[in-house]
């Protein structure tokens, strides 16, 4: 078994970069140059749509959340590999739905509902109409 260096000078050593030495006195390992002056742009992501949704469970109470498939996360609660809420509360009974533009938005207005009283979510739920 080959044995550890044992400092970073002795490190630099074994693969071959030259040390320089630095302003208290120790050696250090040079920094790399980057030698492309092309720069990549990042990939842009796909722009997918969120969802914030409000589900009724079977004790009457309301779970608030978030996904990119409605009928998918409804059923994932349903069969209880979701949250660990509505797995002891089921069936759920998806009651609001709401498109945000991204992932950021949905999880803004989640936090925002999830502050609001139970009465503002029953309001909330009154007012806008689940249609699949």
Not at 19 to 36: D, E, T, Y
Not at 42 to 61: A, F, N, P
Request: glycine residues 6%; charged residues 25%.
């Amino acid at each position: 078994m080959a044995q550890r260096p044992k400092s970073l000078a002795e490190t630099k050593k074994k693969r071959g970069a030259p040390l320089k030495p630095s302003p208290n006195g120790s050696q250090v390992a040079p920094r790399r140059q980057n030698k492309l002056a092309i720069t990549v742009p990042k990939v842009m992501q796909l722009k997918s749509e969120w969802w914030v949704y409000i589900l009724r469970c079977s004790d009457g109470t309301l779970y608030t959340g978030i996904t990119t498939n409605l009928e998918r996360r409804t059923h994932q609660h349903n069969a209880g590999r979701a949250a660990r809420y509505t797995r002891s509360r089921g069936p759920v009974v998806l009651v609001f739905h709401e498109l945000q533009p991204d992932h950021g938005t949905a999880l803004r207005r989640e936090a925002a509902i999830k502050l609001c009283t139970r009465a503002a979510k029953q309001r909330l739920i009154a007012t806008h109409t689940t249609q699949h």
